[in-house]
């Protein structure tokens, strides 16, 4: 589906049927603009990843401190568009107007940018991110010294990822990122998504023991293996262990599990090799090298990355480290986008007007320009 339904891949799908959608979106940024607008492109080192952007920045004289916006999983535009909502676009109008320079950037195979996006994974992002940075120091608008980050879902994992190696990095901000790992982020989508369903909780401990006992595979794996070698025993002699209820309830039959086929269910976290990077890859290991000024944000009602969890091993792993200058919130009543919402549930995410809380976006601003003036 779109960015935030591919970002973490749940393997049971619940049917959400949305409601007509709503398509007023009264934060959403029209002219006349009071700042600079620039259209801009650029390569990568070697010319393999070429990005175009907009970057917009205040009229008075600068030069500006300047935040990149990373956007989630599956190929987003710069705006990071979805259900017409453009959460980007807000971000980059309201901290523009408040004197912070802001790009934005198209990912690979989206607007004018070109590059693989087949063969790649969050790592090969996050050397897109760096790329801007080093973009951003050839312009005399950018005060080199203030330079930020903010990722949102999967891109909240990237900002670290880059924070880790870059120093000129000032300051990360962390937006909803499943920081305690791809595969422990995909049992929580699946454990909601099932009780969705009306599955038991025994079914449910059932199902993860499968899921747990396949993707430990995942690390083993070659390019090129027959996971049905792989899976077929596992999901043989998981069958024997379970009784006629629980196989009732996830609705085993043959090689089909939840409706759908087994192998099928589970070879997307073999061969891709994006999810494979995700589901094994340790975002923690990068955190603890962030020396930087960090703030992680998260809705309490985010039904896709758990706000309490991911943000309590935040502020545990920053606090370890030793990082100086951190803090973490936890927005009630927002959803994954920050969106003010009643259930946090995919299926509202069309229906609300809201973009973007105004109260995050306000904290935003503030947060940044502490730091700036410090």
């Known amino acids: 589906m779109l960015k935030f339904f591919t970002a973490f891949t749940v393997l049971f799908t619940v049917q959400v049927v949305f409601a007509q959608q709503n398509n007023n979106r009264p934060q959403t940024p029209q002219p006349p603009f009071n700042y600079n607008i620039d259209s801009v492109e650029y390569d990568n080192a070697d ?3 070429h990005l175009a952007a907009t970057l917009t920045y205040p009229k008075a004289k600068g030069p500006f401190a300047v935040v990149v916006l990373i956007t989630g999983s599956g190929l987003q535009d710069r705006d990071e568009t979805i259900f017409n909502h453009k959460p980007f ?12 320079a802001v790009l934005r950037v198209d990912d690979r195979m989206m607007g004018k940018s070109k590059g693989d996006v087949n063969n790649v994974t969050s790592a090969d992002f996050a050397n897109d991110v760096s790329t801007s940075i080093d973009y951003l120091l050839t312009r005399k608008e950018i005060d080199k010294t203030h330079i930020g980050l903010i990722g949102h879902s999967e891109g909240g994992i990237i900002a670290p990822m880059v924070a880790a ?8 901000i962390m937006w909803g990122a499943p920081v305690i790992g791809g595969k422990a982020t995909n049992i929580e989508q699946n454990i909601h998504g099932l009780k969705l369903a009306k599955i038991n909780d025994s079914s449910i401990q059932a199902f ?19 996971t049905r070698i792989i899976i077929q025993p596992l999901f043989d002699d998981w069958k024997k262990q379970q009784d006629s209820i629980t196989l009732k309830s996830l609705y085993v039959k043959d ?11 589970f070879d997307l976290f073999f061969k891709n090799q994006w999810m494979r990077y995700f589901i094994t890859y340790k975002p923690v290991e990068d955190l ?5 000024s960090v703030l992680a944000i998260n809705g309490e009602k985010d039904t896709q990355v758990d706000a309490n969890k991911n943000l309590a091993l935040i502020n545990k792993t920053l606090k370890e480290s030793g990082n100086k200058d951190f803090q973490t919130i936890s927005f009630p009543s927002l959803n994954h986008l920050l969106q003010t ?4 549930e995919l299926s509202e ?12 976006l306000e904290k935003i601003k503030d947060w940044i320009t502490k730091r700036i003036k410090q």
Not at 89 to 100: P, Q, S
Not at 166 to 171: E, G, T, Y
Not at 208 to 226: M, P, S, V
Not at 349 to 360: C, D, G, H, N
């Open 47 to 49: 010319k393999t990843v």
């Open 255 to 265: 090689s089909f599990l939840l409706g759908q086929n087994v192998y099928s269910m």
């Open 288 to 292: 603890k090298k962030v020396k930087c």
């Open 208 to 226: 993860l023991k499968l899921h747990d006992a396949i993707t430990a595979k995942i690390e083993q794996y070659k390019k090129g293996d027959d």
């Open 341 to 344: 919402c009643t259930t946090g």
């Open 89 to 100: 676009a807000v971000i980059a109008d309201y901290l523009t107007n408040n004197g912070i």
């Open 349 to 360: 995410y069309a229906k609300i007007e809201e973009t973007i809380s105004p109260t995050v």
């Open 165 to 172: 190696k870059r120093k000129d990095v000032d300051f990360i």
